[in-house]
């Protein structure tokens, strides 16, 4: 298969950390997306954010598609490789004049993986920018290892309201701005957050972390993964499975049981509990 984002934005994204935007549904695919996240969000609980708000494509056929779109992958295999794993998936969601943020922070200080080879596909469901608090990030730091402390801040969306104990300044952020359909790639690694939504308007994302097969969850715990593209030879994930159909029952108990096992990785260490860890 030949490449799909140019050596200069393949360049680009090694040197940043980061490459946005690129475009992937058009507004037709949109208007029914957003009808799906509609009734998913009803369907939930009437908020896009806690359990079933964790691993959803193993919950909805229609988020299940999106982690398999070509259009989403084709991209991330030029930088991944062949052999691509999601290892997870999640809502981003601020309803208008929220107060909810996320802190400055690095993913891959808390996801216990082996490898920095780990990409975020992050997807605006509706306008995300500077006014609806859009993702921002500091080019470069993904080079780089910062401490972090656990806040539990409530407004942070953060599983344990984790940020960097480094000052970032206001001139070295770079806004992530994107149009509804389109997408951006983040390194695992890169120093970003976002402000609260100051628009009339929601702003939701939705973020998808892809690994390379030869990747695996590093302790005592072994996590899970969908294949999504090529061939898994190393087996270090235990096999997720699609949903046979919108929240069935097979496939709500895959996900309490998967669920669990993530948290364990992802409150390693914690001395608190956060606002994932309460059983569904």
């Not at 992050?122 to 910062?146: E, H, I, Y």
């Not at 300044?169 to 970003?192: A, C, D, T």
Request: include cysteine.
């Amino acid at each position: 298969m030949g490449s799909h984002l140019s050596p200069e934005q393949i360049d680009q994204y090694h040197r940043d950390g980061y490459l946005a935007p690129l475009d992937i549904f058009d507004p037709q695919e949109m208007a029914q997306l957003n009808n799906q996240a509609s009734a998913f969000r009803e369907r939930i609980g009437g908020k896009l954010a806690g359990r079933f708000n964790q691993k959803t494509h193993l919950l909805s056929t229609w988020l299940n598609r999106i982690v398999r779109d070509p259009r989403i992958l084709d991209p991330v295999q030029d930088i991944l490789g062949p052999n691509i794993l999601c290892w997870s998936s999640q809502f981003f969601a601020k309803d208008a004049h929220d107060k909810a943020y996320v802190g400055w922070h690095q993913d891959g200080n808390y996801w216990g993986l082996s490898s920095d080879e780990v990409i975020t596909a992050w997807v605006a469901f509706t306008p995300s920018n500077r006014d609806s608090g859009c993702m921002m990030v500091v080019p470069g730091t993904q080079k780089l290892v910062a401490e972090h402390v656990d806040t539990f801040s409530e407004d942070n969306m953060l599983s344990r309201g984790q940020e960097i104990t480094v000052q970032v300044k206001r001139e070295e952020m770079v806004p992530v701005e994107l149009h509804p359909g389109q997408m951006s790639l983040h390194h695992v690694m890169i120093y970003h957050g976002s402000d609260p939504n100051q628009s009339d308007l929601p702003r939701i994302g939705f973020a998808i972390r892809y690994i390379p097969t030869h990747v695996k969850q590093v302790g005592d715990i072994r996590g899970s993964a969908l294949l999504v593209r090529g061939q898994d030879t190393y087996q270090h994930f235990e096999s997720e499975q699609d949903p046979k159909s919108d929240f069935d029952p097979e496939a709500l108990a895959l996900h309490g049981k998967v669920l669990d096992n993530q948290l364990r990785v992802l409150y390693a260490g914690s001395k608190k509990q956060g606002k994932l860890a309460v059983p569904a």
